[in-house]
C-alpha cells in the first residue's frame, strides 16, 4: 500500500503541528483537498526556509492534492511583526517586482499543469479595494484583542512597543484563508511553525464567519547544527534566485553539509524514498569521508530548485576545479561562480599576459618568486589544469578561458585565478 502522505510527512520530520489529525487525515481521506501556503515578498527572492514549503506543498500535490501559492503583495507591504522590532516598509512598487520574482520562482517548483494543477494567487487581489470600515467590521469583529495580546511575538514587543500596523498582521493573513475558503473551497493551510499562531487564527476565523472546520499543519524550522536557523535576516542565506545565489554555490552549500545535518537534510528536501535515504545514510556511515549523503544531497536539491542542467555544471566545476575536468567546457556564468572564492589578481586587458611565476605570486599562491619558481620546477604549477614546465615565459592570449580567465593551481588544492579587466 502506498504510504500516506501524512505519514510520509511525518517519517520526514515535517510534521511540527495540526490540527486534529484524524480530521485531517480524514479529509485528505475524502478526496483532493485544496490547499495553500502563502509567501511574503519582503525580499526579493525566497530562501531556505521557504524551500521547506515549497517541498512540502509538492509532497502534497503529488498525492493528489490541489496547490494554492499565494504571494502577499497586500502583505507584503505590512510584513509579519518580528520580535527584533519594527520592520522597514518597502515601496508599493518595490513589492510588486518581488511579487513577479517570487511567482517565478514558485511556479518552477509545483506543477501548473494537471487536473490538480497549482494555482498561483496574490492577495493583493481582495484587499486593494477593500474599505477600512469593511475591513474592521467583517474581520476585526472576530478578533479578541485578549488573544492578540497573547501573542509571543507581540508580547515580546510590549515593551519596546508595536506599530498597530505590525500588530494587526494577523487580521490579514486569516482573512486570506477565508478568501480562499470562499473563492477555491481550500481546508488546509500549511506553513513554518512560527506562523503557527497565524494559520490556527485563519482557522478560527472560518469557524466564527462560516461555521466551518478546516485543516493546518505546520513544518518544523530548518536549523544549523548549532540549532540557529536559516533564513533571509541570518549569515549565509540560501537564496533560491540564481541572481543572488549562483547554482554552483547552491550547490556548494548542500555538498558541505554537516555529517550531523545531512540526514535531516535528505529527508526533508530530497524526493527519494525514505527508503532509499536509508540506503544512502548507511553507505555514508562506512565511508563519510566519502561524504556520499553530501553528493546526493547537493544534486538532488540543485536539481530541484536549478535544473538537471545547472546541477551537472555546477558538479563539473567543482572536479575540474581541481585539476578532474575540463574548466574550458564550463560555461562562463558557472566558472565565474567557481571562482568567486578563489584568491583573485587582475591584469589590463592590453598589457599582457603575465608568467605563471608572477600568477603564482600575484594570486598569493606563493609568497615570493623564487617560491613560485620552485613550485614550477617541481611540477606543482598549473594552468587551466595544464603543467606549465616554463616559469617564466608569458602566458599565450589563447589560455585565456572566455576570453577573460587564467585559472593558476598549486599542488592539488590551492586554486587562484587571474582576470583581464577591459574590452
Request: proline share 4%; with cysteine; net charge negative.
Amino acid at each position: 500500500m502506498p504510504t500516506h502522505v501524512l505519514d510520509d510527512l511525518d517519517g520526514r520530520g515535517l510534521l511540527a503541528h495540526t490540527t486534529d489529525r484524524d480530521a485531517l487525515r480524514a479529509e485528505l481521506d475524502r478526496g483532493p483537498v485544496t490547499f495553500y501556503v502563502g509567501f511574503d515578498p519582503t525580499a526579493p527572492s525566497l530562501h531556505m526556509g521557504n524551500l521547506v514549503q515549497l517541498v512540502t506543498a509538492k509532497r502534497l500535490q503529488q498525492a493528489g492534492h490541489r496547490p494554492l501559492i499565494l504571494v502577499g503583495g497586500a502583505t507584503g507591504l505590512i510584513g509579519d511583526p518580528k520580535a527584533t522590532g519594527e520592520r522597514t516598509l518597502n515601496s508599493a512598487e518595490v513589492v510588486a517586482g518581488w511579487v513577479e520574482r517570487i511567482r517565478g520562482q514558485v511556479s518552477r517548483l509545483v506543477d501548473l499543469d494537471g487536473d490538480n494543477a497549482a494555482r498561483v494567487v496574490n492577495n493583493l487581489d481582495w484587499t486593494a479595494s477593500l474599505s477600512t470600515l469593511d475591513f474592521l467590521r467583517d474581520i476585526g469583529k472576530h478578533f479578541p484583542v485578549n488573544r492578540m495580546l497573547g501573542r509571543d511575538v507581540v508580547r515580546s514587543r510590549l515593551e519596546a512597543g508595536i506599530s498597530y500596523t505590525e500588530f494587526s498582521y494577523v487580521l490579514l493573513q486569516s482573512m486570506d484563508y477565508l478568501e480562499l475558503f470562499r473563492r477555491h473551497g481550500c481546508r488546509l493551510q500549511s506553513g513554518g511553525s512560527d506562523q503557527w499562531g497565524n494559520i490556527t487564527a485563519g482557522v478560527e476565523l472560518i469557524r466564527r464567519a462560516e461555521g466551518a472546520q478546516v485543516h493546518a499543519l505546520a513544518t518544523p524550522l530548518v536549523t544549523k547544527a548549532d540549532g540557529t536557523k536559516y533564513g533571509k535576516t541570518e549569515t549565509g542565506t540560501l537564496w533560491l534566485d540564481p541572481e543572488l545565489m549562483s547554482p554552483y554555490a547552491f550547490h556548494q552549500f548542500w555538498l558541505h553539509a554537516e555529517d550531523s545535518m545531512v540526514g535531516t537534510y535528505l529527508r526533508i528536501f530530497s524526493f527519494r524514498s525514505l527508503e532509499e535515504i536509508d540506503q544512502v545514510m548507511a553507505d555514508h556511515e562506512q565511508r563519510p569521508s566519502a561524504r556520499l549523503a553530501q553528493r546526493v544531497l547537493a544534486a538532488d536539491v540543485t536539481a530541484l530548485v536549478h535544473g538537471d542542467a545547472e546541477r551537472l555544471h555546477a558538479e563539473q566545476a567543482a572536479q575540474a576545479l581541481f585539476g578532474r575536468g575540463d574548466l574550458a567546457a564550463l560555461p562562463e556564468a558557472t566558472l565565474a561562480a567557481a571562482l568567486a572564492e578563489a584568491p583573485h589578481a587582475s591584469v589590463e586587458r592590453g598589457q599582457g599576459l603575465p608568467s605563471v611565476v608572477d600568477a603564482l605570486v600575484a594570486t598569493g599562491l606563493a609568497a615570493s618568486r623564487s617560491q613560485a619558481r620552485r613550485a614550477v620546477q617541481e611540477g606543482g604549477a598549473y594552468v587551466n589544469n595544464e603543467r606549465v614546465t616554463a616559469p617564466d615565459d608569458p602566458l599565450p592570449p589563447a589560455a585565456l578561458l572566455h576570453d577573460r580567465f587564467l585559472v593558476v593551481r598549486k599542488g592539488k588544492r590551492s586554486v587562484g585565478v587571474v582576470d583581464v579587466l577591459g574590452a
